[in-house]
């Protein structure tokens, strides 16, 4: 069982349309992040969310944390070919040195 | 400042070898974690160093080790290589403070034949 899950797995849209990936889980986080991979690289952080129903903008990325902490969703306005790649959330459990958990992501396709 | 680097950035190994993959994190940061990504497992956590001690350790076999030297330079080793270990190997590079925001290589390719 995947501790976090993010849906929809797979992702393909327009260039100039919006769209919101989920991160799911039945566990308290004490923070959460947001990365994006291209391919042949590794995965590049967007951000952290630490609050309850905290809200962080990115240029045209809202990332929201869930007010139980226990998810969090991405949404992108007017989505451009630049956008595509895998988002994948990754929450920290507990507060100190514990790994983060990972999400399997999102992969998101902007057509132009 | 220069992000984490990563060598080989690809690799082809037969089945039975051993590998050896390397990672320089960013300067400053002291801790370093690996993590195997594979299509259908994701990004998989493989161990954590911190001042070249194993922090902690994910769900892998004794097969899969590392270490860490005093500059906080990486490596790990995966001995006997079977199929199943063709993977992207990713390390990050962290602070160390309490959120355990990671900066990643950009990765080593290992294929096993």
């Known amino acids: 069982t995947q501790l976090l899950e993010q849906s929809p797995q797979f992702l393909s849209i327009q260039e100039g349309e919006n769209l919101t990936v989920y991160c799911n889980s039945s566990?308290?986080?004490?923070?959460l992040q947001w990365y994006r991979q291209e391919p042949g690289e590794g995965p590049v952080l967007l951000v952290t969310?630490?609050?309850?129903?905290e809200v962080k903008k990115l240029k045209r990325l809202t990332f929201q944390f869930g007010d139980a902490r226990k998810d969090s969703s991405l949404h992108i306005t007017a989505a451009q070919p630049g956008d595509t790649g895998l988002y994948l959330c990754a929450g920290v459990r507990n507060s100190g040195n514990t790994p983060l958990v990972f999400g399997k992501g999102t992969r998101l396709s902007v057509i132009a | 400042k220069a992000g984490v680097t990563q060598t080989p950035r690809y690799l082809i190994k037969t089945r039975g070898q051993q590998v050896t993959l390397s990672c320089s994190p960013i300067?400053?940061?002291?801790?370093v974690s690996w993590y195997q990504q594979t299509p259908g497992q994701g990004l998989q956590f493989l161990f954590e160093?911190?001042?070249?001690?194993?922090?902690n350790k994910g769900n892998f076999p004794g097969r899969f080790s590392g270490r860490q030297f005093s500059n906080s330079r990486s490596e790990m080793n995966v001995s006997t290589l079977e199929l199943g270990d063709s993977a992207l190997y990713l390390c990050?590079?962290?602070?160390?403070?309490?959120?355990?925001?990671?900066?990643f290589g950009p990765g080593t390719r290992l294929t096993v034949l």
């Open positions: 300067s400053g940061h002291r801790s």
């Open positions: 160093y911190f001042s070249e001690t194993q922090r």
């Open positions: 566990s308290v986080f004490s923070s």
């Open positions: 990050a590079s962290s602070n160390s403070g309490g959120l355990n925001e990671q900066f």
């Open positions: 969310v630490v609050t309850g129903g």
